[in-house]
């Protein structure tokens, strides 16, 4: 059974522990134990009402070699600081693949990457270190998908596309076949990407318009 420590108690960090307890309780053994979660305030901690311990602050943490501590932060900013500071520390990580997920055994997954409940990685797809794939995501065959990016819920990347590292995409973002998004992006909710994506650009309709057509 693998020891775990989440970092961070927000959002992210609670859904997380929904899909740790739902591994343990369809698993004719438990898989993972939790033994507490960190943040820099107790606030989040408390708002979610976890069965689990505080263990204190991230910041003044001493690493644990004995157990795995597992990324439970959403916002990339925070996200890469801890991240960063957790592998100097010699920190050992873990990720977690939702049971209802489905993988092509010919995926490739990295090092504490996160796949929710049902997404779908098809086949040749590879997916580097910490990432998160969101629930109801779709990552297309041959995709290849860079370190530390957060794509959130119902994402779909078509088959052949590419993203680099440090990227968020939005809920309902579409990347057309062969797509390639770079580095450090944000892709707003509901974009579909059809040309190309640079480094350090945001993604998003300035005007949107409503049709509707009756008859």
């Given at each position: 059974?693998?020891k775990?420590?989440?970092?961070?108690?927000?959002?992210?960090?609670?859904?997380?522990?929904?899909?740790?307890?739902?591994?343990?309780?369809?698993?004719?053994?438990?898989?993972?134990?939790?033994?507490?979660?960190?943040?820099?305030?107790?606030?989040?901690?408390?708002?979610?009402?976890y069965?689990?311990?505080?263990?204190?602050?991230?910041?003044?943490h001493?690493?644990?070699?004995?157990?795995?501590?597992?990324?439970?932060?959403?916002n990339?900013?925070?996200?890469?600081?801890?991240?960063?500071?957790?592998?100097l520390?010699?920190?050992?990580f873990?990720?977690?693949?939702?049971?209802?997920?489905?993988?092509s055994?010919?995926?490739?997954?990295?090092?504490g990457?996160?796949?929710?409940?049902?997404?779908?990685?098809?086949?040749?797809?590879?997916?580097?270190?910490?990432?998160?794939?969101?629930?109801?995501?779709?990552?297309?065959?041959?995709?290849?998908?860079?370190?530390?990016?957060?794509?959130?819920?119902?994402?779909?990347?078509?088959?052949?596309?590419?993203?680099?590292?440090?990227?968020?995409l939005?809920?309902?973002?579409?990347?057309?076949?062969?797509?390639?998004?770079?580095?450090?992006?944000?892709?707003?909710?509901?974009?579909?990407?059809?040309?190309?994506?640079?480094?350090?650009?945001?993604?998003?309709?300035?005007?949107?318009?409503?049709?509707?057509?009756?008859?």
């Amino acid at each position: 059974m693998k020891k775990i420590i989440i970092l961070g108690c927000g959002s992210h960090a609670a859904e997380l522990v929904d899909y740790i307890e739902y591994i343990n309780k369809t698993s004719t053994q438990n898989q993972y134990n939790i033994i507490g979660l960190m943040d820099v305030t107790e606030e989040h901690y408390h708002h979610y009402g976890y069965n689990y311990p505080y263990l204190g602050d991230i910041d003044e943490h001493i690493v644990d070699v004995e157990v795995f501590y597992l990324l439970g932060i959403g916002n990339l900013t925070i996200r890469t600081k801890v991240l960063e500071e957790f592998k100097l520390k010699n920190a050992k990580f873990t990720g977690i693949i939702h049971p209802t997920a489905l993988i092509s055994d010919s995926a490739e997954i990295g090092e504490g990457t996160i796949i929710s409940h049902n997404a779908s990685v098809g086949p040749k797809a590879k997916i580097g270190r910490f990432n998160v794939i969101n629930s109801r995501c779709t990552i297309g065959h041959d995709s290849i998908i860079g370190e530390n990016n957060f794509i959130s819920p119902q994402v779909v990347l078509g088959g052949g596309s590419k993203v680099g590292d440090n990227n968020l995409l939005g809920t309902n973002s579409c990347l057309i076949p062969e797509i390639e998004v770079g580095n450090n992006n944000k892709i707003m909710a509901g974009m579909v990407i059809s040309n190309k994506v640079k480094d350090f650009e945001t993604v998003f309709y300035r005007y949107k318009e409503k049709l509707i057509i009756r008859g």
